[in-house]
Each structure stands twice: as C-alpha cells, then as structure tokens.
C-alpha cells in the first residue's frame, strides 16, 4: 500500500483514481469535487487506517491521506517504476539528524565487473573538514560489492564532512567516486552553555526531555550541554 496526498495529484491522476473507485459521474466531476468524493470514500473504509488511530485522529489522517494499491500507482500517467539499480557511478550523503547521516551509492556496470575481476576492496572514507576545508580527521570502513548504502556517525557538530568510496589493493589506494560536502550546524546554546543556569530558559528548552523519573533523555547533544554548563558554573564558584 502506497499513501498519496490526495492534493498534490493532479486533475488526470485524480479523475483516473476516481475510474479506479469506480465513483459516480468520475469524469464530469471538478477538481474540488474529485477530492471530497475520493476523501468521504477513504473516509468510510476503516481497513485503510491504523487500528491505533481513533476520533478527530483518524479523520485528519484520511482527509490528507489517500491509500490505494501499488499496482494502481504504477498505472498512473508519467508514473514508471524505479529500476533496482542506476549505470552510473555515484556516491551521495544525506543528513538524518544531528549525530548520524545516510550514505548511498551506486556503480555502473563496467566498473563492477572491473572490480569482481581484479578483487580489489571497497573502503568508505569518512572525512571531517573545518571550517576553512581543511581535512581534521578521518576513518575507514570496509564494504563489499554487494553493499550499497550506510550509516556513518556525525560525532562534532559545526563541522563538514565528505564520504569517499575507494578501491585498495597492494596498499594503493583509488578513489572511485566522493560525495559532496554536508555542513552540520552547531546549536547556539552549545556555545553558551552558561544560558543553562537560568531557570526559566532551562525549562523552556528542556521540560520535553526529561524523563519522569527526573533524568534528561539520553541525547548526546543534550548530556554535553549540561555537563559543559555543570563545569563551567563549578570553576565560577570556585572563583
């Protein structure tokens, strides 16, 4: 099951729908009429909502989402099904949160078959740039031919980074493709952790984060935060 935005389709793909449900008067119907024909129809079938969903929850979900069979998706004008995999070699970052980003990457089929024959190894390499560009660190990690895709650890906010995909063979090194540069931003209070000691801000930033036992979720971003402040008003009092 595929959920579509009822809106955001157009007039042809709302009118082939409306054929699909086999409503009434389908093609002479408006746009806006097309819409609240299709929403009161997912309106009145319950098995396309969530059992956990109830009340006012389960008429937001419908009146924005429309579900309808995979199949039917694929059949819609200008709509093509996504090939297994691309011919062309390439390797992309993409930011998840603060502290993780995907990467993924594909190889064309030459080069795959290049590398089945030589043996060579696949090393993903994590770079971490300053502010200026300028390499600070890296690591390694190995992967294989049958590997497309990763979780690579952002572990220093403010910094950038870039994935590099290598074949290594012999101790030398090629560098297949890299990915372009992601910036992380530093949080403005992690640079004035000393904000922290007021207690109206601190409530305001962290009431949603503490755990009812009293202790603040486990984020690592957050931990640092408090025990940066934690040390800073230490060495102030011990002044």
């Known amino acids: 099951m595929l959920l579509i935005n009822i809106e955001s389709l157009s007039d042809n793909e709302l009118r082939y729908i409306a054929q699909q449900e086999e409503l ?3 093609d002479s119907l408006s746009r806006e009429e097309l819409i609240d024909e299709l929403q009161d129809l997912y309106d009145e079938d319950d098995a396309v909502l969530p059992d956990t969903l109830s009340g006012s929850s389960r008429r937001k979900f ?22 297994e995999s691309y011919n062309e070699t390439s390797i992309h970052l993409v930011m998840k949160d603060m502290d993780w980003a995907y990467v993924f990457w594909s190889l064309s089929t030459q080069l795959r078959s290049e590398l089945e024959e030589s043996g060579e190894d696949l090393v993903l390499r994590n770079i971490r740039l300053d502010a200026n560009g300028e390499q600070v660190a890296e690591y390694d990690i190995s992967v294989s031919l049958s590997d497309d895709n990763w979780t690579i650890e952002l572990p220093h906010p403010g ?15 090629r560098v297949i493709c890299r990915s372009t540069v992601l910036s992380t931003t530093k949080s403005w209070l ?5 904000e922290l000691h007021d207690d109206v801000t601190f409530r305001v930033q962290f009431s949603s984060l503490i755990l009812k036992g009293g202790s603040v979720i486990g984020i690592r971003q957050i931990e640092s935060l408090i025990k940066e402040a934690g040390d800073e008003y230490s060495e102030e009092a011990g002044k």
């Open 62 to 83: 419908v009146n924005t989402l429309t579900d309808i069979q995979s199949d039917n998706v694929l059949s819609l004008p200008g709509v093509e099904p996504l090939p």
């Open 190 to 194: 992690s640079s004035h952790p000393a």
């Open 24 to 26: 009434e008067d389908w």
């Open 159 to 173: 910094y950038s980074y870039q994935v590099l995909l290598l074949s290594v063979r012999g101790g030398k090194e």
